[in-house]
């Protein structure tokens, strides 16, 4: 049986599973969080935005685990979820809406991607012969590097606005958490080594409640049950201009979502074809699609999670199937995902910063099989990260550009595959082909 098939007992299972809820729980409430502020909800309203979160987060990665049929799923140890890169465009949105029609019209706007997405996903299958070991390479090292600042900001205390915002005790118990994960990566052997990142977060968490770093106050003022209800923030509004960029913004998804794709699949040493990059996409605009109804937001990939597969090796979707089934609780029973928002972010912070880096580690290897003693690969490869890496090292460097650019190529991820893909037509598919990287997805 292979490896991303295999069920493992529930000794192994709950723990695996809790490392990858951990590790997204914060990316999950972010988006929620941040919209939810800017059109002034209330904390009753914070928290029925966050639990649909939740519980859209938990039935995507359901759906994408196990899959229906031939129809959606992509069946790999692959976490769905709302996806931070929308938050911009939708606060746009929000700021040109009037007060009371601010969640109405990004939910039209969202519903509309959904759908776009479900048209267009399955022609980015078809598009998988441009994407040879030499462009998922660079594709999955930019996915660790580019999200690499997010760690940085958690291991500083998250919030960059708080006063003590990058004090030694927030990076104190970061690199007391780094520490953690690294010793058991080096001393423990068999299960405790895989989840050392478990482990890491459970000892960080409890070495920060002496401190006073450690936040109860979640607890205590969350509801024990809250389902949301359909369209309780307001029927949809559709407006031309807001389904325009959340369409681009789909487009941008649709794009990491399938290099997340291919690199869990790199990890898992499954192959990922056209349809199963289509069953995939499929099941991201399902959920972007529904999530409006109850409250969720645009749906993509989630790459802490992928991290979490690398790092650990436990590759059985059935672990990442768990996973989302406790997002379902927690998104019906608050007060659950109240206790796993104790987890300090200067411990997320130390955590992260091993779960990025392994994916970039595991995009280098990628690249090391992809021919680049051939001069015209390393130019490619060269060219295509440093576009990937401008968004990071200048943000506002595309700031003259018109808005759909700057979605576009303000995401290293979407900027460094679109050069990529670009230079590997130029170089190997016009004219004559360089016999060093075939079209072809290999497995590593």
């Known amino acids: 049986m292979h490896p991303v098939d295999e069920k493992l007992p529930a000794a192994r299972l709950v723990p695996a599973a809790l490392q990858h809820i951990a590790a997204m729980y914060a990316g999950v409430v972010t988006p929620p969080l941040i919209i939810g502020q800017a059109v002034g909800l209330d904390t009753a309203g914070q928290t029925r935005l966050i639990a649909a979160s939740l519980l859209i987060a938990g039935l995507a990665t359901v759906l994408q685990t196990l899959g229906v049929a031939n129809f959606a799923g992509n069946r790999l140890p692959f976490v769905n979820a709302a996806s931070s890169a929308g938050i911009a465009p939708m606060l746009a949105i929000a700021e040109t809406s009037a007060n009371g029609h601010q969640l109405p019209a990004i939910y039209g706007a969202v519903m509309v991607a959904g759908v776009f997405c479900l048209l267009v996903g399955p022609f980015f299958g078809r598009l998988l012969r441009f994407f040879p070991p030499l462009v998922t390479g660079v594709v999955i090292t930019l996915i660790g590097v580019t999200l690499m600042p997010v760690p ?18 927030h990076l104190a118990l970061a690199a007391f958490t780094l520490v953690v994960i690294l010793l058991f990566q080096r001393f423990a052997r068999g299960f405790l080594r895989q989840v050392a990142l478990l482990l890491g977060l459970l000892i960080g968490t409890l070495a920060a409640i002496p401190f006073g770093m450690a936040d109860f106050s979640a607890l205590k003022s969350a509801p024990v049950a809250a389902l949301p209800t359909p369209f309780s923030f307001g029927a949809p509004e559709f407006h031309p201009a807001a389904v325009l960029s959340l369409c681009i913004v789909m487009l941008v998804l649709m794009t990491e979502s399938s290099a997340g794709m291919l690199a869990i699949g790199e990890i898992c040493e499954r192959r990922t074809d056209g349809r199963t990059i289509a069953r995939g996409l499929r099941t991201d605009g399902i959920a972007t699609l529904l999530g409006p109804v109850f409250g969720g937001f645009p749906t993509s990939a989630f790459a802490q999670n992928v991290g ?24 019906a029973f608050p007060v659950l995902g109240a206790v796993v928002s104790l987890v300090p972010m200067p411990v997320l912070g130390g955590a992260g910063i091993v779960l990025f880096g392994s994916i970039a580690v595991s995009g280098i290897r990628t690249l090391s099989e992809a021919g680049l003693d051939d001069s015209s690969n390393i130019i490619l490869v060269a060219v295509a990260l440093g576009a990937g890496i401008i968004p990071l090292a200048a943000p506002t460097f595309y700031a003259g550009f018109p808005a759909w650019a700057q979605t576009v190529l303000g995401s290293g991820i979407s900027a460094g595959a679109l050069t990529a893909v670009l230079l590997n037509l130029f170089f190997h598919h016009l004219g004559t082909r360089s016999s060093v990287t075939a079209p072809v997805l290999k497995s590593s």
Not at 152 to 169: E, M, T
Request: positive net charge; hydrophobic residues 50%; proline residues 0%.
């Open 152 to 169: 940085v900001s958690w291991a500083q205390g998250g919030d960059k606005n708080a006063a003590d915002f990058g004090s030694v005790n």
């Open 308 to 331: 979490v597969v690398s790092l650990t090796r436990v590759r059985s979707r059935y672990v990442v199937a768990v996973a989302g089934g406790a997002l379902l609780v927690l998104g």
